[in-house]
């Protein structure tokens, strides 16, 4: 699919996309959805999913580990 | 002084100056806004990331040059604003502000420690405000290996 700025696409019956502007290597989209739609960027979602992960992977021993890592790794790169 | 009692450090206490303000928390815990950072020497490089809301909630941190030297980071104008910096000029690591990475200490399913340069926490260190920019570019990994793999190469 092709679209140029003013256009739009819609996805399913609820979700309407439409390209707003065009201007270099960046795209302003505008995006009309049902309010219960949660729309974020990729990268915030990533962080979101991750930040969950990794308070989760707070364990005394596993922190030992990693610190007892980083100083060999220290000393064996100069 | 007030005092927390936390999951990992036990009770620890505080003086209301040391506590860092998130005004938007970070992503998956938008409610908490206030945090301590813990440092002990036995656990030099890392710095923990403790809620005050939250006894069970602390981000284990990496200071970003530790992950990576070369990193850099600019700071678009709503970052900068919410960090109480003017638009003009940009913050310097270390001097105006703490930038580190918020670590995975690995699991099963993951193979090794890894760290989120993507999205790294950044403090106004005089204002005490932070915020997690999430980086728009796709320069950095959220999973960043923070021990290389020579490391498992025997002696000799």
């Known amino acids: ?78 | 002084m007030s005092r927390i009692l936390t999951t990992y450090f036990g009770e620890l206490e505080y003086a209301d100056s040391a506590v860092f303000q998130f005004p938007y928390g970070l992503p998956g815990f938008e409610k908490e806004r206030a945090f301590l950072f813990v440092q002990q020497p036995q656990t030099e490089p890392l710095m923990f990331l403790q809620s005050l809301g939250e006894p069970g909630l602390c981000f284990i941190l990496l200071p970003i040059l530790v992950a990576d030297a070369n990193y850099k980071i600019v700071l678009d104008a709503e970052d900068l604003a919410a960090l109480h910096f003017p638009p003009d000029r940009q913050p310097v690591i270390g001097e105006d502000i703490l930038c580190a990475a918020i670590v995975h200490a690995g699991d099963s399913e993951q193979a090794g420690p890894t760290a989120n340069l993507l999205a790294p926490v950044v403090v106004n260190l005089k204002e005490r405000i932070g915020i997690q920019v999430i980086r728009a570019d796709t320069a950095y990994s959220h999973r960043h290996p923070i021990i290389a793999d020579k490391e498992m190469a025997p002696c000799s």
Do not use: C, Y
Request: aromatic share 2%; no cysteine.
């Open chain 1, 1 to 78: 699919m092709k679209r140029r700025a003013g256009e739009s696409f819609t996805i399913g019956d609820d979700i309407e996309i439409e390209v707003l502007e065009v201007a270099g290597t960046r795209v302003k989209l505008g995006i009309r959805a049902p309010d219960s739609m949660l729309i974020v960027r990729k990268e915030a979602r990533i962080t979101r999913e991750e930040n969950i992960t990794a308070a989760r992977s707070l364990d005394p021993e596993a922190v030992a580990d990693l610190v007892h890592r980083l100083w060999r790794q220290t000393k064996i790169t100069p």
